[in-house]
Nanobody
Framework: QVQLVESGGGSVQTGGSLRLSCEASGLTGSTYCMAWFRQAPGKQREAVASIDSYGDYYYEPSVKGRFTVSRDNAKKTLTLQMNSLEPEDTAMYYC?????????????????WGQGTQVTVSS
C-alpha cells in the first residue's frame, strides 16, 4: 500500500521561504512520477511542480525561478523548496504520485495522494 506523508508547511510573510517534504512508502523502484499540487479555497487543484523518472521537470509558470522540486529515489522522498513566496501561493499543498514514468498536470492522472500541508503567505 502506497502512503505519502507531507511536512514542512507553515505561515510566512511575503518574500519568505518554506521547504516541503514528502515521504513515500510502498513505491517500488524509480519508475513513477512525483508531483506537488496545490489548492486554494474556491479554486481547482493545480500542478505546481513535478519530476518524472528521467529527472525531467515541470513548473507552473507563476512559480518558475522561485520553486525547486527534487526527488531522492533511494530515500523515496520528494522536496519542494519555495523561495520568494507571495500571498498568491497560499494554499493546501499536496504530494502526489502516479505509477508511470511520465508526469501530467491533471490531478486525475495521479493514483496516490498525501493528506496535504497548509502554506500561508501574508503580505
Amino acid at each position: 500500500q502506497v502512503q505519502l506523508v507531507e511536512s514542512g508547511g507553515g505561515s510566512v510573510q511575503t518574500g519568505g521561504s518554506l521547504r516541503l517534504s514528502c515521504e513515500a512508502s510502498g513505491l517500488t523502484g524509480s519508475t513513477y512520477c512525483m508531483a506537488w499540487f496545490r489548492q486554494a479555497p474556491g479554486k481547482q487543484r493545480e500542478a505546481v511542480a513535478s519530476i518524472d523518472s528521467y529527472g525531467d521537470y515541470y513548473y507552473e509558470p507563476s512559480v518558475k525561478g522561485r520553486f525547486t522540486v527534487s526527488r531522492d529515489n533511494a530515500k523515496k522522498t520528494l522536496t519542494l523548496q519555495m523561495n520568494s513566496l507571495e500571498p498568491e501561493d497560499t494554499a493546501m499543498y499536496y504530494c502526489a504520485a502516479r505509477d508511470n514514468i511520465y508526469c501530467y498536470t491533471s490531478s486525475k492522472e495521479y493514483n496516490f495522494w498525501g493528506q496535504g500541508t497548509q502554506v500561508t503567505v501574508s503580505s
